[in-house]
T-cell receptor
């Protein structure tokens, strides 16, 4: 596809369940970012990959959050033992080349609701 | 770390008028400033960006200005149209910051016909 693709678009889970969110970046993009967007707020950085290497995970709120990009393409954000405060839109972005301040292109996000 | 402040939080203008949204940043090392438009249920869409070696950039009805000394940058939309209605976010980053974008709080722009 031409853009960043995220699935599922909507996810409802009960508190305590584990969830997995998928991101397919634009083909050939080296850098991949995850952001969390609370209702009415701007996106907030979670973690960053350069190819398969996770270079920055300083934004992950707790050790319940885990992200991977094993083959340097598709990425998965996993949240274990979900809490109500995890409810948000999770956005994935990719950029073409690392280190040259390339534009980040966003997917439409996964809206996560924890009941 | 970087902190980005955005004003106003809401803006309503008549169709055909101009709209201006302003942002300030705190980290003097920031050198890349994109603007995103977000429609309901969609992800942020890049509409224009500027690097710190440039003071102004224009793309049809959209322009961005940057004042590095004052650490602020602005988005200007001229001849506004109803389809310009959306939430707009400014952001800042630097290579030293691993390119992670720090976003402002957003401006909800409404264009009245």
């Amino acid at each position: 596809g031409a853009g960043v693709s995220q699935s599922p678009r909507y996810k409802v889970a009960k508190r305590g369940q584990d969830v997995a969110l998928r991101c397919d970046p634009i083909s050939g993009h080296v850098s991949l970012f995850w952001y969390q967007q609370a209702l009415g707020q701007g996106p907030e950085f979670l973690t960053y990959f350069q190819n398969e290497a996770q270079l920055d995970k300083s934004g992950l709120p707790s050790d319940r959050f885990f992200a991977e990009r094993p083959e340097g393409s598709v990425s998965t954000l996993k949240i274990q033992r979900t809490q109500q405060e995890d409810s948000a839109v999770y956005l994935c972005a990719s950029s073409l080349v690392d280190g040259l301040l390339q534009p980040q292109h966003f997917g439409d996000g996964t809206r996560l609701s924890i009941l | 770390g970087e902190n980005v402040e955005q004003h106003p939080s809401t803006l309503s203008v008549q169709e055909g008028d101009s709209a201006v949204i302003k942002c300030t940043y705190s980290d003097s090392a920031s050198n890349y400033f994109p603007w995103y438009k977000q429609e309901l249920g969609k992800g942020p869409q890049l509409i224009i960006d500027i690097r710190s070696n440039v003071g102004e950039k224009k793309d049809q009805r959209i322009a961005v200005t940057l004042n590095k000394t004052a650490k602020h940058f602005s988005l200007h939309i001229t001849e506004t149209q109803p389809e310009d209605s959306a939430v707009y976010f400014c952001a800042a980053t630097s290579e030293a910051g691993a390119q992670k974008l720090v976003f402002g709080q957003g401006t909800r722009l409404t264009i009245n016909p």
